[in-house]
């Protein structure tokens, strides 16, 4: 329900613990025992942390689902604040999480599943995403999958990365321009269908390590003098004439 306050009619909405951050600055919001396996549907519109505002939102072990239905970002860190999501899924051909202007968002134990507009998920403007524990599997996208640009960070770690396919010949599986880094560890990248599985430009910084890439279409596209560091890489199976692409 969403009937504009806290504590009014049979419970509080997402967005009315969100709308808390106005005078609270910070909040944990955690879902009922009913909701245990349940798909929240949000339509138009997005949830954002902004201006210094820290928001934890945590649905580990209890099966919840977003699903985004129309226009715009699902969830959006922006302006030095701080977003954590744990244990959810999120879907729809309209969802999308991102940071912006200093903001970090992290992501633990969530399912990034069904997304189908241009990007993903999109770290900009010296912002910080972190990936961690993390399932991103069935999504076909026109751009890439995963980008940072602007001085961006984007950290991968212990994620699964499978079945995924991009729309357009130009799409990138992981883009990385304008001096962002990429970190890429202990991650598996399997069966994907892009054009390139990362394409970095633009002075961009990667460190893959302990990684593993097998039954993926496309290769690395490096332009524009990325410095990018392997360590304990494996490759395998792989659809291409090269791995790496000049």
Known sequence: ENDGGLGAGVGDSLRECLGELASANSVNIGFDAALTNTTLVRGSGT??????????????????????????????????????????????????????????LSLNRCVLTGLGKSVGSQAIAQSAMLLRNCQITGNEVSISLLSAEEEAQLTVDNCAIYDNAGTLASTSLIDTTDCSRLILKKT?????????????????????????????????SLTNTPRLRFANALFVNNVGTSVFRG
């Open 47 to 104: 949830f954002i942390v902004d201006d210094d505002e820290v928001a934890d939102i945590d649905g580990f072990e209890m099966g919840i689902s977003l699903e985004k239905t129309s226009g715009g970002s699902v969830f959006s860190a922006q302006d030095d604040s701080s977003l954590s999501l744990t244990g959810l899924t999120i879907s729809g051909l309209w969802a999308m999480v991102g940071s912006t202007h200093e903001a970090a």
């Open 188 to 220: 598996t990248v399997a069966r994907n269908a892009f054009q390139k599985l990362t394409s970095m430009g633009s002075q961009s910084y990667g460190q893959i390590h302990h990684c593993t890439f097998t039954r993926n279409g496309g290769p690395f």
